[in-house]
């Protein structure tokens, strides 16, 4: 049987996302990048929605959502859009610099606390057992293999 998460609202979304992107960035920079990407869409789509900008009309690149709410200082959209945009395509020249990521999550972070007074302290930092497991025991598909020692 396959479990669907029901929709997390925008804040929890993006929340979690960032949250997931902390946890990840020393394991596995894609993933991290791709957290990161998942909390600035969970953002604008927000924003898009609350300028009551229809859905229908929503453009499909990231970067066209962001000039559509004609912020006052986009900048930091932009730039997570930019940093994370090759990430979500596989590139065999793609190389993560640490100095990228931390600059993304530390944006993130900025945006969070703007839009929806996300602080710092409320972010969990936390790696959890079953985190590291699923991470460094996990398929190709995702299942968590665990075996019984002798």
Known sequence: MIEVQAPLDARSSS???LELAISYKDADFSSSMLH????????????LIQ?????ESFPKQLAKQIKILELERPGKYF??????????HYSPEAKLMQNELDNCIYLMKKI??????ITNDEL???YTLFDFLKVN??????TLYLKAGA
């Open 137 to 142: 025991f996990s398929g190709k598909d995702g």
């Open 51 to 55: 300028n009551k900008i229809s859905k």
């Open 124 to 126: 969990s930092e936390e």
């Open 36 to 47: 990161c990407r998942r909390s600035l869409e969970a953002v604008v789509s927000h924003l």
């Open 79 to 88: 730039k997570i859009n930019r940093i994370t945009s090759r990430w979500i």
């Open 15 to 17: 929340k979690k996302s």
């Open 112 to 117: 969070l606390q703007e839009v929806f007074e």
